[in-house]
């Protein structure tokens, strides 16, 4: 039973660049959180995503944006790349009814230099 | 954004001991409060989890603490090993929210 996986596992970018990093959620579920974790911090919610559309938004600008696809698996998409953009990022899986636990992947190391 | 906020921000403990992690949270919205472990290089996993209409919750060496009144819970862990040694989170969550509120972490350290 595979788990939540990202990709790719570590990243380097450049200041005003564009990024996109993925996630495959685990089987048998339809829920897709994004969450940033700052060095030495607890993951901040970024959005989540269930049939396809955003359904709840944490406080991150609109350079940030993602998509969820029929397979349930899932992009998040960072614009014009600031320096303080540089963090984990995770994603977590979930079911949608019931109040499911998240399940979280290994996440994607994003520097920006 | 944060409004979970978490205690000690690091911890030594010496094997077989007890380890305690605290939590404090604002909103009284919130009816979900897990704990996450972190290796690192590795995503948060779930540890142990508690609603607020029970005060405590035992899964193996892991108790979690639950005060209403306080908006208070906290972690213990028992006969702490060396393999324990991680970062853990406290989290929270409202009914009908989505968006998990997480505390700043502790790192624990289990000296053999």
């Known amino acids: 039973d595979a788990g939540v996986t990202q990709s790719p596992t570590h990243l380097i970018k450049t200041r005003g660049q564009q990024v996109t990093l993925r996630c495959s959620p685990k089987?048998?579920?339809?829920?897709v959180s994004w969450y940033q974790q700052a060095l030495g911090q607890g993951p901040q919610f970024i959005f989540q995503y269930y049939e396809e559309e955003e359904r709840q938004r944490g406080n991150f600008p609109d350079r940030f944006s993602g998509h969820q696809f029929p397979n349930y698996s899932s992009e998040l998409n960072v614009n014009a790349l600031l320096l303080g953009d540089s963090a984990l990022y995770l994603c977590?899986?979930?079911?949608?009814?019931?109040?499911?636990?998240?399940?979280f992947g290994n996440g994607t190391r994003l520097t920006v230099t | 954004q944060q409004q979970v906020k978490q205690s000690p921000q690091s911890l030594i403990v010496q094997k077989g001991g007890i380890s305690i992690i605290n939590c404090a949270y604002e909103n009284t919205a919130f009816d979900y409060f897990p704990w996450y472990q972190q290796f690192p290089g590795k995503g948060p996993a779930l540890l142990i989890a508690?609603?607020?209409?029970?005060s405590e919750k035992k899964e193996g060496r892991f108790t979690i603490s639950f005060n209403k009144s306080a908006k208070q819970f906290s972690l213990h862990i028992m006969d702490s090993q060396p393999g324990d040694s991680a970062t853990y989170f406290c989290?929270?969550?409202?009914?009908?929210?989505?968006?998990?509120?997480f505390g700043a972490g502790t790192r624990l350290t289990v000296k053999p």
């Open positions: 989290a929270a969550r409202g009914y009908n929210n989505n968006d998990m509120r």
């Open positions: 508690i609603r607020p209409d029970v």
């Open positions: 089987s048998g579920h339809d829920t």
């Open positions: 977590a899986s979930s079911l949608w009814t019931g109040r499911s636990p998240l399940h």
